[in-house]
């Protein structure tokens, strides 16, 4: 069955980096457009920043965009998300989530079909 396994998730300072990393088994990964995305405590699940599935085209939520940068390596069948400049409100549990190719990069929750277990974010001021 489909799996995707994040990793990479911890307690950081302000200011600081972490890498994320979702790793695929069970699906042909390079034909899925992959996402990721995070749920704060009392908050929906929103959209971090999504991309195709060759990498080639990317989206990201305007609240990371120059500091967040999303990747993926076919060959390995993994996702990436590379956080820099670390603020409180980054604070959340991070999910990776596919979905099967389509030309639009979609950002609704809903339109994903597979979604890892998430792993845990915590900024401290």
């Known amino acids: 069955q489909v799996q995707l396994v994040e990793s990479g998730g911890g307690l950081v300072q302000a200011g600081g980096s972490l890498r994320l990393s979702c790793a695929a088994s069970?699906?042909?990964?390079?034909?899925?457009?992959m996402g990721w995305f995070r749920q704060a405590p009392g908050k929906e699940r929103e959209v971090v920043a999504v991309i195709n599935w060759s990498g080639s085209y990317t989206y990201y939520a305007d609240s990371v965009k120059g500091r967040f940068a999303i990747s993926r390596d076919n060959a390995k069948d993994t996702l990436y998300l590379q956080m820099n400049s670390l603020k409180p409100e980054d604070t959340a549990v991070y999910y990776c989530?596919?979905?099967?190719?389509?030309?639009?990069?979609?950002?609704?929750?809903?339109?994903?079909?597979?979604w890892g277990q998430g792993t845990q974010v915590t900024v401290s001021s």
């Open positions: 989530a596919a979905r099967k190719y389509s030309v639009v990069l979609v950002t609704s929750t809903q339109m994903y079909n597979y």
């Open positions: 069970g699906l042909t990964f390079s034909n899925y457009n």
